[in-house]
């Protein structure tokens, strides 16, 4: 069984930085792209920021320029670096890797992890 686990985040103020990651554990064979997605209270969650196996990366505009997605893949993690931090990016923060395991190829998520941003 394939299982994603974040770390990392918390409670900071405005103009702070943050560092989440996420490591994949469990039977599987490859990791294909890795991405991060955000939840806001009482919004939908959308992608922040996705990384391939070769390493490119790819940002939504909501955050660009503010975050860098960085992946290791001998180690089965992904991080993602805040900075510059809003109030409006307090959410909850989701892992995402698409993963061939002995049961096929298919998408797994993280528990989430809570950024809150707040003077």
């Known amino acids: 069984q394939v299982q994603l686990v974040e770390s990392g985040g918390g409670l900071v103020h405005p103009g702070d930085s943050l560092r989440l990651s996420c490591t994949a554990s469990?039977?599987?064979?490859?990791?294909?792209?890795m991405a991060w997605y955000r939840q806001p209270p009482g919004q939908e969650r959308h992608e922040v920021a996705s990384i391939t196996i070769a390493g490119t990366a790819q940002y939504d505009d909501s955050m660009k320029g503010r975050v860098i997605i960085s992946r290791d893949n001998a180690r089965n993690t992904v991080s993602l670096q805040l900075n510059s931090l809003l109030p409006e990016d307090t959410a909850v923060y989701y892992c995402?890797?698409?993963?061939?395991?002995?049961?096929?190829?298919?998408?797994?998520w993280g528990q989430g992890t809570q950024v809150t941003v707040s003077s």
């Open positions: 469990g039977s599987f064979s490859r990791i294909y792209t």
């Open positions: 995402k890797a698409n993963i061939a395991s002995s049961a096929g190829l298919g998408f797994h």
